[in-house]
């Protein structure tokens, strides 16, 4: 099992969010974050002068899957959300040692 | 003059003032959070564009001396002969140039109605053409016909206290004719657009209430016992169709919040034309009927796939119109001796004529609107591109944001 956290334009989730539905695939923890990247942030106003917004509004999509589906939902990842532009995000990726269901209490479930 | 009539009509030309600005907070809550800041501009600058356009020449089109009953001569326009000295036409008791004033609010707030139809994709620069051609060539006519001495409308024996036709059925109507011309937000019915601040609307809402008491109680244009009775019908009709939609919803799902502030201003809307004319058993049935209509205008309107965004025409259009079909219905001579005798009171002639109005100005309303809407999209075009309605108008339009820091 591996844990995605992709980091993806806000416009984009609900690109993404459809084309994992079409996979059949629908867990996922979603989070409004700001940060940055090499990209160096935007110009906004105010009053009479302007000020530069460093860190910039992204969303961070956290989900964890089974290592059969990895690959396609990383390709899936990678189609929705790019542009080519700097700002596009990153994908982390890290193994998940072990899942736990609250509500059953049951140890070691299978995504 | 009469210095108590003037106190009266000062502060409710302030507390119409008031309604502008909250119908921007009403309409800001309900639009995603990227557009925040956009709305409750676009709605609130209304103030700066029309006052100056009604200074310079709205008021002499509206209310000036009148051409062949449609429109009003430019003698007054930049308020030449327009001063002190009380005109005995529209205001008897108050100084001419307060009349004016008064009247300015109701020029300002009605294009800021119409904002609800085009949020989340309008260009900044088309809006404010729009506004102001819009106010040229739709409102300052209606005005005119129905309220200016000389006006055809008013001459047939139209009734519209506090401009159920002037304000709300023309903003309603157009806002319909320009959501049939500008283009639909991108995803518009495969994405849910979530409402960003709820609270807002309910502010915004509950501020066109208060509001709402200049808005009708200062139409009697005088301190005096017609203005209360439309202060208290005013009262009663957004009560009663608050509570109206607050069932209809319950009956739905859940007694939505949304659904009850929505209920307050369809009820507002609705007793606007009959707040002179009608007792406060009747503002209760205006305003619980009024709420039914608006729901199920809205449902019709979600069936059309019309991206009429804040159905400025469901809760405006139609609850203007059935307030002046209302006004031929139950209006009363009890209540207002200078009023008239509608329906229920065996006089089919009011009814008549309040139907007539209303064809009239959905008819003239929807097409001028549909016109200039049409060459504003051919020339410098209404819709912002699809990336900067992506970003959202607030950074793409204005290059800033309503939520700043983490």
């Not at chain 2, 109701?106 to 994709?121: Q, S």
Request: aromatic letters at 12%; one cysteine or more; charged letters at 15%.
């Amino acid at each position: 099992m591996k844990k995605i956290e992709a980091i993806i334009r806000e416009e984009k989730l609900n690109d993404l969010k459809e084309c994992l539905e079409k996979e059949g695939i629908y867990g996922m923890t979603v989070m409004r974050v700001k940060g940055r990247g090499i990209q160096r942030g935007i110009t906004l106003q105010w009053r009479a002068g302007s000020y530069t917004v460093d860190l910039l509004p992204k969303v961070l999509v956290m989900m964890v899957v089974s290592d059969e589906q990895f690959e396609k939902v990383i390709d899936i990842i990678l189609d929705c959300c790019s542009t080519g532009n700097p700002g596009d995000g990153k994908i982390f990726v890290s193994e998940v040692s072990e899942v736990i269901r609250i509500s059953s209490k049951e140890r070691n479930v299978k995504i | 003059m009469n210095y108590a009539d003037i106190v009266w009509v000062l502060i409710s030309t302030a507390l119409v003032m008031l309604m502008t600005p909250a119908v921007g907070l009403f309409y800001g809550g309900m639009v995603r959070r990227k557009n925040l800041l956009s709305t409750i501009t676009m709605s609130a600058l209304t103030l700066g564009i029309i006052s100056i356009e009604w200074v310079l020449v709205g008021y002499s089109m509206a209310f000036g001396p009148d051409r062949f009953g449609l429109i009003g001569s430019l003698d007054w326009a930049g308020l030449r002969n327009v001063g002190y000295k009380p005109n005995p036409d529209y205001a008897a008791t108050i100084p001419h140039l307060l009349f004016m004033a008064f009247q300015m609010m109701f020029a300002v707030i009605t294009p800021a109605l119409i904002v609800g139809a085009y949020v989340e994709r309008i260009k900044f620069s088309s809006y404010i053409l729009f506004t102001l051609l819009w106010a040229l060539f739709v409102y300052n006519p209606v005005a005119h016909w129905v309220w200016a001495k000389g006006g055809w409308l008013k001459d047939l024996g139209a009734l519209d206290f506090a401009g159920g036709t002037v304000v709300h059925i023309t903003a309603g109507v157009s806002a319909l004719a320009l959501s049939l011309v500008i283009r639909k937000r991108k995803d518009f019915g495969k994405v849910q657009m979530e409402p960003n601040n709820i609270p807002l609307t309910l502010l915004g809402a509950f501020l066109l209430w208060f509001g709402w008491f200049g808005f009708n109680g200062g139409s009697s244009l005088a301190a005096n016992e017609i203005g209360v009775n439309a202060f208290v019908v005013t009262n009663v009709a957004a009560a009663s169709a608050a509570v109206s939609w607050m069932i209809i919803s319950w009956l739905y799902k859940k007694p939505s919040a949304i659904g009850i502030a929505t209920g307050a201003v369809v009820g507002l809307v609705a007793i606007t034309p009959a707040s002179g004319y009608v007792n406060a058993l009747t503002a209760i049935v205006i305003g619980a009927v009024a709420s039914v209509i608006s729901f199920y205008f809205i449902r019709l309107r979600e069936r059309l796939k019309l991206d009429e965004t804040l159905d400025v025409w469901a809760c405006h259009g139609m609850g203007g119109t059935w307030g002046a079909l209302a006004t031929g219905i139950f209006a009363s001579k009890a209540v207002n001796p200078g009023g008239n005798d509608g329906l229920i009171f065996g006089n089919f002639n009011l009814f008549l004529v309040q139907l007539i109005s209303v064809a009239v100005v959905w008819a003239f309303s929807f097409v001028i609107t549909f016109i200039i809407a049409k060459i504003l999209d051919k020339t410098v075009g209404l819709a912002v591109t699809y990336e900067e309605e992506t970003v959202g108008l607030d950074i793409s339009q204005h290059g800033e944001e309503a939520y700043g820091g983490i």
